[in-house]
Nanobody
Framework: QVQLVESGGGSVQAGGSLRLSCTAS???????????MGWFRQAPGKEREGVGV????????YYAASVEARFTISQDNPKNIVYLQMNSLKPEDTAMYYC??????????????????WGQGTQVTVSS
């Protein structure tokens, strides 16, 4: 029904920027509902943690404290693409980054078990 594909990961030095993209397919299904689109990350040996979410339509965003003011989530609704702009990157931002989708409206960042659709992930590595 819904497929999510992330792109844009890579290696960058501390202080640099990257923009991740998440392209969602399943247009007919997605256009029938409100959706919350999220970005998560998981570093080796650590639990998957929420980075931020955006409601579509509407565009309201919520961010984890660790990334607020550095990361920005935006969306291109006609193209079903959600972006994660990451600035002032730190080595501790190194992780596999995942896009996720769940039906409905988010008022915070739901825990991973609440999300029904996941992408395959894209690696972000920040060197010091």
């Amino acid at each position: 029904q819904v497929q999510l594909v992330e792109s844009g990961g890579g290696s960058v030095q501390a202080g640099g920027s990257l923009r991740l993209s998440c392209t969602a397919s399943g247009d007919t299904y997605m256009s029938s509902w409100d959706w919350c689109m999220g970005w998560f990350r998981q570093a080796p040996g650590k639990e998957r943690e929420g980075v931020g979410v955006i409601n579509t339509p509407g565009g309201r965003t919520y961010y984890a404290a660790s990334v607020e003011a550095r990361f920005t989530i935006s969306q291109d609704n006609p193209k079903n693409i959600v972006y994660l702009q990451m600035n002032s990157l730190k080595p501790e931002d190194t992780a596999m980054y995942y896009c996720a989708a769940t039906r409905g409206t988010c008022t915070a960042i739901p825990r991973p078990e609440y999300w029904g659709h996941w992408g395959q992930g894209t690696q972000v590595t920040v060197s010091s």
